[in-house]
């Protein structure tokens, strides 16, 4: 250690500086790599010889700190949600009846496995164990579909109960999925909301319903590591909107305008969305201001309206049951007056909201619009 540090000070200073500023870039290049190739390469990090290199060996470079120890992230695509669910058709030849005896699907019930999600499948055809669902989720979020959804399928432990719900089972198993994963999550809401858009089911906790909570079960699934909550929240983004989760409160709104003619005025009004189903920004779950009625009868006072019916769309990407969206919109006339402009939010993919006698007063002043164009 010694002498190579007498030998440097030998070294002409611009030298030096030359060598220490390129050990440095080249330190800054190889920290650059490995902070831009480190998200994938967590994923395939193999030890290397160095880590392997038994302690005894005295001269082997102390070891360095191994990076911070993540597992490996079972997706390297990140997961774009809400997306359509695609189950793989892997349909069983025992274990269900054909048909539902007339009865309509009315809830959709959630199981977990207690293996894994190979077994299951095998556990389905095997007519002695006498069970089966509609849909297996694997832990990586694929989708297995067993049984159709038209016929009836054993896993509710009720037939009654069997004839009128979907069941779905989340595998759960302690080696090969021993904890519900994001995935499964994403899965199971994103199927939940294809069978609520095909059976009417509606997507709230008093029809999808957890094994435990059928009439007369034993059953525990899916237990308390199930997030229910955050689970009814990812359905909420995908549900279908309906006259039955459309539904809104009234928060705030700004002062009524008094402007003069050609001058535009800005009108804030903030609806809570007390309903079941997310407003989705650009989606047909998409919250808007509409005029009452689809009236275009005050379109004139439009100043940017998206349609002569609708003054605003939500401005927040996602408004989850429970939050508050702003709707903004701006009015500007040439003819004074005043105004009023009856206003109800609607989601024009599922239905209006509650009407709440909303409205905007515009008042318009004369002979002011010279001496504002003056200011300009
Ligand atoms: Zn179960």
Redesign the pocket.
Known sequence: MVPVRASRRNVSWPLAFREVVRGRLLILLLAGLFVTSSCVARVSVVPQRDELAPASLADAPAPQPTPRAAPPPRLLIATRFPYVAQPEWLPTRTNYDEGRGGAAVNWIVL?YTDISYARTLKAFSIPASNVSAHYVVRGDGHIGQVVGEADTAW?AGNYWFNQRSIGIELELDHITNPFFTAEQYYAAAALACAISARQGVPLDRTHVVG?NEVPGSN?S?PGPTWDWPHFMYLTSLCAPPTAATVHASFVSESAFPSVAENESASISIELRNTGGTAWRKGTDQEARLGVRDNSADLAFLADGWPTPDRPAVQTEEIVPPGATATFTFAVKSELPGTYVLPLRGVVDGGAWMDDMGLYAKVTVRKGMSGRKGALE
């Open positions: 199981h896993h094994h059953h699934d």
